[in-house]
T-cell receptor, first 120, second 108 residues
Framework: EVALVESGGTLVRPGQSLTLACAASGFTFEDYGMSWVRQGAGKGLEWVAGIDWTGTETKYEDSVKGRFTISRDNAKKFVYLKMTTVRVEDAAVYFCARSGYLSMGAFDIWGPGTTISVSS | SDVLTQPPSVSVAPGQTATISCGGDFIGRNNVNWYRQRPGQAPVLIVYDDSDRPSGIPERFSGSKSVGTATLTITGVDVGDEGDYYC???????????FGGGTKVAVL
């Protein structure tokens, strides 16, 4: 079964760092682009970062550029999101999602999400 | 403000047709995808590349696009169609993915 499962969500203080992980299974991971998408409480979806199938090309939403780093390990079938200098506004459910199967631009598989809370 | 503009909510009677619009400058030059999200769940892709449906998505869900606006149409709406619906594009020029603000569909 094709699946993505996120982990690493926790409560952090502003300014701290943490890394989220997303484990993929049931498909040829290295063939697809991956992204992180977040959703604040009661808010809409916000794309955060994306990485191509090779891991060489990355893109970031402007508010996280320079603070977050997306990476992947194709051998282990994981994608990561390293978050530094975390802000209160980064609190959200973070989803990882696959792109490039049905369409290069569409996310056809999503994980259930992992929650980041930010409070001092 | 949202780069892709959606109405905040749409109400529809059972059996009727719901239409959700998604507008913005990015619509014309990029393919549009649509997702449904139920409370506490991850989004699900229901339309991709403007008008294609993934396997398992009923024909009741259809997408279309004209200059500057994409539309998701749900015919024969039932209570199971309630949820939040989001449009999304991949702006090839910047490489960024963009979501609309979402539309809450209520079946009255």
């Amino acid at each position: 079964e094709v699946a993505l499962v996120e982990s690493g969500g926790t409560l952090v203080r502003p300014g701290q760092s943490l890394t989220l992980a997303c484990a993929a299974s049931g498909f040829t991971f290295e063939d697809y682009g991956m992204s992180w998408v977040r959703q604040g409480a009661g808010k809409g979806l916000e794309w955060v970062a994306g990485i191509d199938w090779t891991g060489t090309e990355t893109k970031y939403e402007d508010s996280v550029k320079g603070r977050f780093t997306i990476s992947r390990d194709n051998a282990k079938k994981f994608v990561y999101l390293k978050m530094t200098t975390v802000r209160v506004e980064d609190a959200a459910v973070y989803f990882c999602a696959r792109s490039g199967y049905l369409s290069m631009g569409a996310f056809d598989i999503w994980g259930p999400g992992t929650t980041i809370s930010v409070s001092s | 403000s949202d780069v892709l503009t959606q109405p905040p909510s749409v109400s529809v009677a059972p059996g009727q047709t719901a239409t959700i619009s998604c507008g913005g400058d990015f619509i014309g030059r990029n393919n549009v995808n649509w997702y449904r999200q139920r409370p506490g769940q991850a989004p699900v892709l229901i339309v991709y590349d403007d008008s294609d449906r993934p396997s398992g998505i009923p024909e009741r869900f259809s997408g279309s696009k004209s200059v500057g606006t994409a539309t998701l149409t749900i015919t024969g709406v039932d209570v199971g169609d309630e949820g939040d619906y989001y449009c999304q594009v991949w702006d090839v020029g910047s490489g960024h993915r963009l979501f609309g603000g979402g539309t809450k569909v209520a079946v009255l």
